[in-house]
């Protein structure tokens, strides 16, 4: 039992640590400082309504998340943008739209604002019925 104790707090403290260094090793990356208009600000400044993406490669949610925008992407890539944004590489994106979790997906109005955001998975079915109460569809 004791060992067991032991074990999970080093375990623990490895996480900790872990979750310390994850900005430090993600700095060199981090694409904060744009020159210009950032890829969702381009997509967002076509008049079209646009979907961003938030998350990262390494979430499983996020990868079960990806076909689905992107099949949705290019059947109605005429009515709609899409743009996934890395959080670990685009810190000040993550920052300007308070992203805390992930993958939270953002949903934008032709005029660049944002109408409504959902966060975790959701089946294609639920984003299309969304997308057309929206009226971007």
């Not at 900790?16 to 210009?36: T, Y």
Request: glycine share 6%; hydrophobic share 45%; net charge negative.
């Amino acid at each position: 039992m004791i060992k067991m104790k032991k074990s999970m707090s080093l375990i623990l403290l490895a996480c900790l640590v872990a979750s310390l260094m994850l900005p430090v090793a993600c700095s060199e990356a981090d694409n904060s400082d744009w020159v210009g208009a950032t890829p969702l600000e381009e997509a967002m400044a076509n008049g079209k309504p646009t979907i961003a993406e938030f998350g990262a490669s390494t979430c499983v949610p996020c990868k079960a998340m990806k076909p689905i925008l992107e099949g949705i992407a290019a059947e109605y890539g005429d009515k709609l943008n899409l743009s996934f944004i890395d959080v670990r590489y685009n810190t000040n994106l993550t920052t300007k739209y308070k992203i805390s979790l992930i993958p939270t997906q953002v949903f934008f109005d032709s005029a660049g604002q944002e109408v409504t955001r959902h966060v975790g998975y959701w089946p294609k079915e639920d984003v299309l019925a969304h997308l057309e109460e929206l009226g971007f569809l």
